[in-house]
């Protein structure tokens, strides 16, 4: 099992979601690398479906002190940069993504980062679980939630109201709350290209 730390943010006009983990890289770091560029080659066409803009989607695969290599594209072809692979593959390695994009909702970005993360981690025989950090609030979200305490409200005795209302918040995609702590979304995926 692989956790995977999401952290996802509004910055001015852009939406910025980042996800850091380790695992095994059962084929070796060659494959690795070239599984995460064919993430971020996906990703070009997932925002071209979205009528988004790319600002920029870099990665890095970390597996010594020092050693890195660095991914990215703009939209165009990915780039990769670093260190030379080395001759003993490591028993495991470092993954970050950092996707700065224009004109998607942040929901849909943070679910594209888990989606990287889950096809990269089942190409190498592992399933993630996620950690949300709570780093926003969904505006859009606040008011789902009011709209139904309102509804219930008027339907149900206040006690009633009180158990469903806390019933939807334990079940729903752990992107409401105080930001306070880290919230953990767990479930697990093999592989999820989108």
Not at 53 to 66: F, R
């Amino acid at each position: 099992m692989i956790k995977v730390e999401i952290n996802a943010r509004l910055h001015e006009e852009a939406r910025v979601a980042s996800a850091k983990f380790c695992l095994r890289p059962g084929g070796g770091l060659a494959a690795l690398r070239d599984q995460v560029a064919e993430q971020l080659r996906i990703s070009v066409l997932w925002a071209e479906e979205q009528n988004a803009m790319i600002g920029h989607i870099k990665a890095y695969l970390q597996w010594g002190t020092e050693d890195a290599l660095m991914l990215s594209t703009t939209g165009g072809a990915v780039e990769v940069k670093g260190s030379v692979l080395p001759a003993d593959e490591p028993e495991s390695a470092e993954v970050g993504i950092t996707a700065i994009v224009f004109g998607v909702e942040l929901e849909a970005l943070e679910d594209r980062l888990e989606g990287m993360a889950a096809s990269v981690a089942g190409q190498n025989g592992q399933w993630c679980v996620y950690a949300h950090e709570c780093s926003h609030h969904h505006h859009e979200h606040d008011h789902e939630h009011d709209h139904e305490h309102d509804h219930e409200h008027d339907h149900e005795h206040d006690h009633d109201h009180d158990h469903d209302h806390d019933h939807h918040h334990n079940h729903d995609h752990d992107h409401s709350g105080d930001c306070s702590c880290h919230e953990h979304h767990e479930h697990g995926h093999h592989d999820h290209d989108k």
